[in-house]
């Protein structure tokens, strides 16, 4: 079946530690997305993809790496420069110039 | 101004009523307008996809645009208790390559 797959589902993390939240698509998109979604904020962009060795930063890119080196996968990394990282995060994928969205499941990050 | 204003609730009603769902927005080059359904701890989903201004009906949904006045609205008709979910709506494609930029969500429980 075609789709976005996160993983993992839930982490733990410790305060200090980089993280890395896996994204993969076989939509066979070009556009893909990571955006934070914390309770009463809604999506709040991250990082966004349109080709393979491109991004740009979103509204709240402070803290958070990604790469693009395949067009199916777009890792976030959280790095300990984060200072509020606990939050649900998800991934999505879209065909450049239609704007539809395609999510994945989410992951959820605890920084205990 | 926020691009997207939309009240997050929440809102309860009861089974089979009418509800009424909307957001505003402040860019004018807006042309898609999506609104997308997001389950506990899921990935958002979606749910009506409108180009420009009119109305678009899916069995009980209805996602309306007045693009003169920058409102979106949903409906939805003898609403159940699997309606329970936050709705998101999304405006975009202003270029194309834009990111689409999310409402903050309203919580919805529909009440049996």
């Known amino acids: 079946d075609g789709g976005i797959t996160q993983s993992p589902k839930y982490l733990f993390r410790k305060e200090g530690q980089n993280v890395t939240l896996s994204c993969e698509q076989n939509?066979?998109?070009?556009?893909m997305y990571w955006y934070r979604q914390d309770p009463g904020q809604g999506l709040r962009l991250i990082y966004y993809s349109q080709i393979v060795n491109d991004f740009q930063k979103g509204d709240i890119a402070e803290g958070y790496s990604v790469s693009r080196e395949k067009k199916e996968s777009f890792p976030l990394t959280v790095t300990s420069a984060q200072k509020n990282p606990t939050a649900f995060y998800l991934c999505?994928?879209?065909?450049?110039?239609?704007?539809?969205?395609?999510f994945g499941e989410g992951s959820r990050l605890t920084v205990l | 101004q926020k691009e997207v204003e939309q009240d997050p609730g929440p809102l309860s009603v009861p089974e089979g009523a009418i509800v009424s769902l909307n957001c505003t927005y402040s860019n004018s080059a807006f042309q898609y307008f999506m609104w997308y359904r997001q389950y506990s701890r899921k990935g958002p989903e979606l749910l009506m996809y409108t180009y420009s201004s009119g109305n678009k009906e899916d069995g009980r949904f209805t996602a309306q645009v007045d693009k003169s006045s920058k409102y979106i609205s949903l409906f939805i008709r003898d609403s159940q208790p699997s309606d329970s979910a936050t709705y998101l709506c999304a405006p975009g494609g202003d270029s194309g390559n834009t990111p689409l930029v999310f409402g903050k969500g309203t919580r919805l429980s529909v009440i049996a």
């Open positions: 939509l066979n998109h070009d556009a």
């Open positions: 999505a994928s879209s065909i450049v110039a239609t704007g539809e969205l395609f």
